[in-house]
């Protein structure tokens, strides 16, 4: 087996880097695919939100982050964070030795699997519209895209309004936006950011139901676990362990993190990576 | 009259500092007050949110900024911020020197006229409120005081929501969480967030009749005009002039700053402070 293949004949160790809890909802999505892994999360709280930040910075930020897991003993990064991923997935490619998965193709993948109009909504924070990184990737097989910024989205979730009428409310209010420019024949709502899933049974009840949603964190899931060769559905009896590292306070991260990862975490470790 | 003295001669040249667009509000009070007068308005946009970052980091950003209009020859220097005020207005009184007045101080002052109970509740960002900026301000004018974080009300205001249903139903929320643990003789309310006073009239609406609503930014301007020995309604033939510097992109402020200033905003200049 060559050095460059990611089938590991020991358990395999896979990173997820995040700059903040975003992320846990792919690494939720990619524990319950392969559970039989070591799981080692980074939050590089300290410094977000990235999505304001040059392309340089973010990139900056996450090859320092990459390098430290690679540091680890690592056999996969994923790049559990919509803006790293659309600003800085080549340039930390190029920096580290283990195979490099980010959202943003998977989420893509799936859509064109799905999708028959070919025409598509993606919700996402501003910074990650601004990079029309989705409409890109979306456009390369084929799709015509309808890119819409859902600010309040990521603060109501943080907020803990997973199931709150005021989150109904605004969705509905976004989703009525988006379809009054997108084509009448939009079959799939690509939901391009990580924070998104919590609310995606909300989603559900107020997204016509002729448009399927797809969702980032569980096509890069599916990803990664074809990339280690573990067969859908395959269930181990071994549970997967975790270890959190995060730039900024572990408190915070550690009150944060059950809403997104459904258990709650103990053993934050800090890590100081500079300015 | 002395070199202390902040009354002029020459018409007066006040800046304003702030992380992002939130102190506009406290400029267009300060102006609403003071219109014979030169404005220069700072906004570090680059590196906002000041909230997320060490007293020590906010401190530097705001010195380096507090120094570039220093070198601009202010008469005076207004920290329309109140993480910036809650965390470094002694450092920053300390690195220049001309006149400091930060946004906390005239708010709590506000509060002690016009409250008879001494029990008063704070809306202001998770930041300001981890900071208990306020409590202690309020403490040393004799309050009891309930802190109440609000986070979405910087994404509603900011997603130009100011008389939305959705707004007045976080904010009736936020409202009604306050006084289930604030005192029943709660009279005042202060808004420790300068993008609150944009929401004033919905709050209005939202908030018991018997709690007045002290609005800091229109405290900062009441103490500026009476600094600068402006009687209060004296309305001089002459109109403000404005200058906006940013660190981050120019477009971005002059597309918000209207919601905020009320009016529309060209000629943004852009400043690099480093990172």
Same mark, same amino acid.
């Given at each position: 087996?060559?050095?460059?293949?990611? =089938?590991?004949? $020991?358990?395999?160790?896979?990173?997820?880097? %995040?700059?903040?809890?975003?992320?846990?909802?792919?690494?939720?999505?990619?524990?319950?695919?392969?559970?039989?892994?070591?799981?080692?999360?980074?939050?590089?709280?300290?410094?977000?939100?990235?999505?304001?930040?040059?392309?340089?910075? @973010?990139?900056?930020?996450?090859?320092?982050?990459?390098?430290?897991?690679? %540091?680890?003993?690592?056999?996969? +990064?994923?790049?559990?964070?919509?803006?790293?991923?659309?600003?800085?997935?080549?340039?930390?490619?190029?920096?580290? %030795?283990? /195979?490099?998965?980010?959202?943003?193709?998977?989420?893509?993948?799936?859509?064109?699997?799905? *999708?028959? *109009?070919?025409?598509?909504?993606?919700?996402?924070?501003?910074?990650?519209?601004?990079?029309?990184?989705?409409?890109?990737?979306?456009?390369?097989?084929?799709?015509?895209?309808?890119?819409?910024?859902? /600010?309040?989205?990521?603060? +109501? @979730?943080?907020?803990?309004?997973?199931? $709150?009428?005021?989150?109904?409310? @605004?969705?509905?209010?976004?989703?009525?936006?988006? !379809?009054?420019?997108?084509?009448?024949? &939009?079959? #799939?709502?690509?939901?391009?950011? &990580?924070?998104?899933? !919590?609310?995606? /049974?909300?989603?559900?009840?107020?997204?016509?139901? =002729?448009?399927?949603? #797809?969702?980032?964190?569980?096509?890069?899931?599916?990803?990664?676990? =074809?990339?280690?060769?573990?067969? /859908?559905?395959?269930?181990?009896?071994?549970?997967?362990?975790?270890?959190?590292? #995060? &730039? %900024?306070?572990?408190?915070?991260?550690?009150?944060?993190?059950?809403?997104?990862?459904?258990?709650? @975490?103990?053993?934050?470790? $800090?890590?100081?990576?500079?300015?």
């Amino acid at each position: 087996m060559s050095q460059a293949s990611t =089938k590991t004949t $020991h358990r395999p160790r896979i990173a997820v880097f %995040d700059s903040g809890v975003g992320g846990l909802t792919v690494l939720r999505a990619i524990a319950g695919q392969v559970p039989d892994a070591d799981y080692l999360y980074f939050g590089d709280t300290a410094r977000l939100p990235y999505g304001t930040k040059s392309r340089e910075t @973010v990139a900056r930020y996450a090859i320092e982050a990459a390098l430290f897991l690679q %540091d680890l003993g690592i056999d996969m +990064l994923v790049i559990g964070c919509n803006t790293a991923t659309a600003l800085a997935l080549y340039d930390i490619k190029g920096a580290v %030795d283990v /195979p490099v998965i980010g959202v943003i193709d998977p989420g893509a993948d799936r859509a064109a699997e799905i *999708s028959r *109009s070919r025409e598509a909504v993606v919700f996402a924070t501003e910074a990650t519209i601004s990079s029309h990184a989705y409409q890109r990737a979306l456009a390369r097989r084929g799709f015509a895209t309808h890119e819409k910024a859902c /600010p309040l989205l990521v603060p +109501l @979730v943080e907020e803990g309004w997973i199931e $709150h009428p005021v989150t109904e409310q @605004v969705a509905r209010i976004y989703m009525i936006e988006a !379809l009054r420019v997108a084509s009448m024949n &939009t079959d #799939v709502l690509v939901l391009g950011c &990580t924070h998104y899933p !919590l609310i995606r /049974p909300l989603l559900r009840r107020v997204v016509p139901q =002729k448009i399927a949603i #797809v969702d980032s964190a569980e096509s890069t899931a599916q990803v990664v676990a =074809k990339e280690l060769g573990v067969a /859908p559905g395959a269930q181990p009896n071994a549970l997967p362990s975790y270890r959190f590292f #995060v &730039t %900024d306070s572990t408190e915070k991260f550690r009150r944060m993190a059950p809403l997104f990862l459904g258990f709650p @975490v103990d053993g934050v470790e $800090h890590v100081d990576l500079g300015g």
